[in-house]
């Protein structure tokens, strides 16, 4: 029988304190290649080493365990992470929806979390598209949807060069050369001067996308779709992001049309990260 971390670490924290360990994190990478990132409570501070060991016993695919050490921060979107065991280095191959992405979760942005929210844009693509990913990171969104839908082609911008490196690496690894590009540098300058309009264009910056519409909306072709993220109270949760999209476009004289919106994921207890769905005429 599988023992259970608990189990390997009863007798190590008293019996009062083990029901705090947490039962769930997040595995990154494959057979024998894998990173778990755990968030500790500061009760159990001083076992994090014992709790970092007890699951690399149950879970035998780990090799090295991180500590959450601060909420995501900065432009980049990372989050402070202590080594608690294991190898130094914590650079993975993740495999998902039959694509592979290397990269590093102390120098990129990257979750697991969200491949229901990928798998969810991807089923809303049915024909030969243009698609551009702004703040694209290490390339989840356009190697997903390019490696389910051979008709597209796109293009992401990155502004972490650490990001942006794994980005190319992650598009030779998936053979989409020709099909997916990566731009590194700020959406703000990279977008005006693209010069072409996309049939879709995701903003997967919940944090302050929508400082960005301005450049955003002239690289909607007109019907096309914007998927636009944004932080929104559990209240009304797709009202805000919506209305300030309709205003950037007014500002190019364009209209739009609200599709429809989904809560990716939870923020805090009444706020969550959303996405709007919206055409751009
Ligand atoms: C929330 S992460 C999402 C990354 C990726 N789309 C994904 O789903 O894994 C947001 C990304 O935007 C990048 N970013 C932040 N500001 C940017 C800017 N002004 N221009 C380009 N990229 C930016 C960050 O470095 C980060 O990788």
Same mark, same amino acid.
């Given at each position: 029988?599988?023992?259970?971390?608990?189990?390997?670490?009863?007798?190590?924290?008293?019996?009062?304190?083990?029901?705090?360990?947490?039962?769930?994190?997040?595995?990154?990478?494959?057979?024998?290649?894998?990173?778990? =990132?755990?968030? =500790?409570?500061?009760?159990?501070?001083?076992?994090?080493?014992?709790?970092?060991?007890?699951?690399?016993?149950?879970?035998?695919?780990?090799?090295?365990?991180?500590?959450?050490?601060?909420?995501?921060?900065?432009?980049?979107?990372?989050?402070?992470?202590?080594?608690?065991?294991?190898?130094?280095?914590?650079?993975? =191959?993740?495999?998902?929806?039959?694509?592979?992405?290397?990269?590093?979760?102390?120098?990129?942005?990257?979750?697991?979390?969200?491949?229901?929210? &990928?798998? &969810?844009?991807?089923?809303?693509?049915? %024909?030969?598209?243009?698609?551009?990913?702004?703040?694209?990171?290490?390339?989840?969104?356009?190697?997903?949807?390019?490696?389910? &839908?051979?008709?597209?082609?796109?293009?992401?911008?990155?502004?972490?060069?650490?990001?942006?490196?794994?980005?190319?690496?992650?598009?030779?690894?998936?053979?989409?050369?020709?099909?997916?590009?990566?731009?590194? %540098?700020?959406? &703000?300058?990279?977008?005006?001067?693209?010069?072409?309009?996309?049939?879709?264009?995701?903003?997967?910056?919940?944090?302050?996308?929508?400082?960005?519409?301005?450049? =955003?909306?002239?690289?909607?072709?007109?019907?096309?779709?914007?998927?636009?993220?944004?932080?929104?109270?559990?209240?009304?949760?797709?009202?805000?992001?919506?209305?300030?999209?309709?205003?950037?476009?007014?500002?190019?004289?364009?209209?739009?049309?609200?599709?429809?919106?989904?809560?990716?994921?939870?923020?805090?207890?009444?706020?969550?990260?959303?996405?709007?769905?919206?055409?751009?005429?």
């Amino acid at each position: 029988m599988k023992k259970t971390i608990k189990y390997n670490l009863s007798g190590i924290i008293p019996d009062e304190l083990l029901q705090l360990v947490p039962s769930s994190f997040d595995i990154l990478g494959a057979k024998g290649d894998a990173v778990a =990132i755990i968030e =500790i409570p500061d009760e159990l501070e001083e076992y994090e080493t014992q709790i970092g060991e007890a699951i690399c016993k149950v879970h035998h695919n780990v090799k090295s365990v991180l500590g959450k050490k601060s909420e995501r921060h900065g432009e980049f979107r990372l989050r402070d992470m202590k080594l608690l065991v294991g190898d130094e280095d914590t650079e993975i =191959i993740h495999k998902e929806s039959g694509c592979r992405f290397k990269l590093d979760p102390r120098v990129t942005y990257f979750s697991v979390r969200e491949s229901t929210e &990928r798998e &969810r844009i991807i089923s809303q693509i049915t %024909g030969p598209e243009d698609v551009l990913v702004l703040f694209g990171g290490i390339g989840p969104f356009p190697i997903c949807i390019s490696k389910k &839908r051979p008709d597209v082609t796109a293009l992401s911008i990155e502004l972490n060069p650490d990001a942006h490196r794994y980005c190319l690496e992650n598009i030779r690894l998936n053979k989409l050369e020709g099909r997916v590009s990566a731009i590194l %540098g700020d959406v &703000r300058e990279v977008a005006p001067s693209l010069g072409k309009q996309f049939d879709r264009v995701l903003t997967p910056l919940p944090k302050g996308a929508y400082l960005f519409l301005d450049v =955003i909306v002239p690289t909607v072709k007109p019907g096309g779709i914007l998927h636009h993220y944004h932080w929104a109270s559990d209240l009304d949760s797709y009202s805000e992001a919506y209305t300030l999209v309709d205003e950037a476009a007014a500002k190019y004289g364009r209209k739009t049309e609200f599709l429809g919106g989904v809560r990716v994921a939870k923020y805090s207890p009444r706020v969550s990260k959303v996405r709007i769905d919206v055409r751009i005429y």
